[in-house]
């Protein structure tokens, strides 16, 4: 065996007790900060999920972010415009399906319409405020998860019954319907319309599963009183992460506010970027403590190795193999204790997953867990470079020994 | 014929509010085939003397050479090597490493020069224990050996490399006298076989006026200074 790993592995050993305590404290370092990470990413992923999955990645409305540029402003470089009265005109997007058909001839991604509108709907006398949201269903299942969201009859069934509705699960449980019972609907402009119940949706998420319905385009246009209109297109794109820049595009050549996902979630994923940077933190805390335990472990061998150094230097040991002997104890140390951690942080995440977390707001659910091996590897290089620096700084001072005063001290 | 060490006036003082001079200007020479003592009273500068000669600690004037070679401007890694390949060393303390066996200790400077293979080093340690006797102990620790077997194991080891001179600070000191006697009939035995060959000294710091009086040559000091021996 090479000379300087025998000598410190011989020295690792002979002290268990010490060994097994700067082991267990890298261990520890290293478990907790995967468990950690494991936890704190994966929740983090499950939550941008959820957002992107619930929510259409890019948003295309009505609105417009600034006021219609004036002819004057182009004719004249100096124009200041004040009180300029904003036109009266009816909301909603004007030509939908022509709207819809430009965007997908550049591969945006997949688009659908929505028609969002309030109403009233009324059951067995009782009657419950609800959200109702006109969808195209052959378009709708490519922009969000309400196909797979159906519990009970199809996505389709919108189609086979004049006026059809879905109701979220929660909301038929409130007011007691069920699949083929006739509900009323009674819009913001006052138009009634009754429709059939032919299926249940169920997103997992109670505040929309207690509120929201679906219909066709038609039916919610109708109650809403914009014919011919709607007030939302929503585009999934192929990549979530380049919502921004179509968003841009397609506002660009609508004219329409086109809000991507990032854009509406600004505050939140600024939030993420500091959770990472606490969770980091202490990561590095905690690895830094138990590169404390290494370093005093170190440290200790060296000052009872004081005279085991000397005399190997006085035989002509080289001051860089001294030293390397006890980095590579540090190293040992870190190897060990980067194993354990390892297998520690790998239970602890499985242990924490098997945790069954319910919420009032949402169906009982694991805690999610990010199982990512760049974890184990930040957490194990980073206490590895750790034990390596703590076995350093003894060691250099090991190296700088002069033998002859040891020697002298000794005889 | 060469010298296999040489002192050229070489003084070492310790610096301090009062400075302290241990070695005082003392030219010294030794040939192969040697066995020097080196004997003075306590505090008289011998085993500083022994130290500058096995390049452990550095002259503040003077100059000590090892076989012809100047040493004044090697640095530290340059000395460790020389001292690791041609010089040997034993001192009043076995300092062996407490966790290595008597085999892994005499091992240690062949790994470290890495000139050998591990069978080959195994080969030689063995043999080197064997000549002195402790063939039985070669895997033994030191804790499971006596006084005597220690300091044997010790000059073993720096046997271990086959170097130029063996330098000795007091090998007898913490022994009994059967023990005193076995080391110092290896010694004397480690210079005649190897007269031949003409290539091996021993330079021994005592205060054993019998060992002192075994060896070829005596070397007083007194005040780090050469002196006449007193009789």
């Not at chain 1, 550049?106 to 006398?125: C, H």
């Not at chain 1, 109702?132 to 069934?157: A, M, N």
């Not at chain 1, 999610?368 to 290089?381: D, K, T, V």
Request: hydrophobic share 45%.
């Amino acid at each position: 065996m090479n000379l300087v790993l025998s000598i410190a592995l011989t020295h690792v050993r002979a002290r268990v007790r010490q060994t097994i305590v700067g082991v267990i404290g890298v261990a520890t370092g290293v478990g907790f900060s995967v468990m950690m990470a494991a936890l704190m990413e994966g929740s983090q992923n499950d939550f941008v999920t959820q957002l992107v999955d619930a929510l259409p990645h890019i948003s295309v409305t009505d609105q417009r972010r600034d006021p219609p540029r004036q002819p004057s402003q182009d004719a004249y470089d100096a124009v200041e415009i004040r009180g300029l009265s904003t036109p009266v005109t009816r909301p909603g997007i004007k030509n939908p399906y022509a709207i819809i058909a430009s965007i997908e001839a550049w591969g945006a991604g997949a688009v659908a319409p929505s028609v969002q509108s309030r109403a009233v709907l009324r059951f067995a006398g009782r009657d419950t405020a609800a959200s109702v949201i006109g969808v195209d269903p052959r378009r709708e299942i490519y922009v969000s998860k309400l196909g797979t969201q159906i519990v009970s009859g199809s996505l389709d069934d919108l189609y086979k019954t004049s006026n059809a509705i879905i109701l979220g699960s929660g909301l038929a449980r409130k007011i007691g319907a069920r699949v083929g019972n006739s509900v009323t609907l009674v819009g913001g402009v006052g138009r009634a319309v009754s429709a059939n119940v032919v299926a249940l949706s169920h997103s997992g998420v109670n505040q929309i599963d207690e509120t929201q319905s679906y219909t066709l385009l038609k039916t919610a246009q109708i109650l809403a009183g914009q014919t011919g209109l709607v007030n939302e297109i929503r585009i999934k794109t192929p990549d979530a992460m380049e919502a921004r820049d179509i968003a841009l595009r397609v506002e660009r050549e609508t004219g329409y506010k086109a809000l991507s996902w990032l854009e509406a979630n600004e505050d939140l994923m600024s939030a993420f970027q500091i959770r990472n940077f606490i969770m980091f933190a202490v990561v590095g805390a905690i690895l830094l403590v138990a590169s404390f335990g290494t370093y005093n472990i170190i440290s200790t061998i060296t000052h009872e190795k004081t005279r085991d150094i000397a005399i190997m230097k006085s035989i002509g040991l080289p001051a860089k193999i001294v030293r390397r002997i006890f980095v590579v104890e540090g190293l040992v140390i870190g190897v060990l204790g980067v194993v354990i951690g390892w297998a520690l942080g790998f239970a602890m995440s499985w242990g924490m997953g098997q945790v069954e977390f319910k919420s009032p707001f949402m169906d009982a659910t694991r805690l999610p867990i990010l199982y990512s091996p760049l974890h184990y590897a930040i957490a194990g290089g980073v206490a590895l470079a750790a034990s390596a620096v703590a076995g350093y700084f003894p060691a250099r001072k090991a190296a700088s020994l002069r033998p002859v005063e040891i020697i002298r001290g000794a005889s | 014929m060469t010298p296999l060490i040489e002192a050229r006036g070489i003084t070492r003082i310790i610096d301090g509010v009062t400075p302290t001079t241990l070695v005082a200007g003392i030219d010294f020479s030794m040939a192969a085939g040697e066995f020097v003592a080196i004997t003075g009273p306590s505090g008289s500068g011998k085993s500083s003397l022994l130290y500058l000669l096995g390049l452990l600690d550095i002259p503040t004037q003077g100059e000590v050479l090892v076989n012809g070679r100047p040493t004044r401007d090697l640095d530290e890694e340059a000395r460790a090597a020389m001292r690791l390949s041609q010089l040997g060393f034993v001192f009043q303390f076995h300092f062996l490493l407490p966790e290595f066996s008597a085999m892994e200790n005499v091992m240690l400077p062949m790994r470290a020069l890495g000139k050998r293979s591990e069978a080959q080093m195994r080969k030689r340690a063995f043999e080197i224990l064997d000549s002195l006797g402790l063939a039985d102990h070669a895997f033994k620790r030191p804790d499971q050996m006596s006084g005597g077997q220690r300091q044997r194991v010790a000059i073993a080891r720096s046997l271990a490399n086959d170097p130029l001179v063996i330098l000795a600070d007091e090998p007898t000191g913490n022994l009994d006298t059967h023990s005193s006697a076995q080391v110092l009939a290896i010694m004397r035995g480690i210079v005649d076989s190897s007269r031949d060959s003409d290539r091996k000294a021993i330079v021994i710091v005592t205060h054993d006026l019998d060992l002192a009086a075994k060896a070829d040559r005596r070397v007083h000091i007194v005040d780090g200074k050469i002196a006449a021996t007193p009789y």
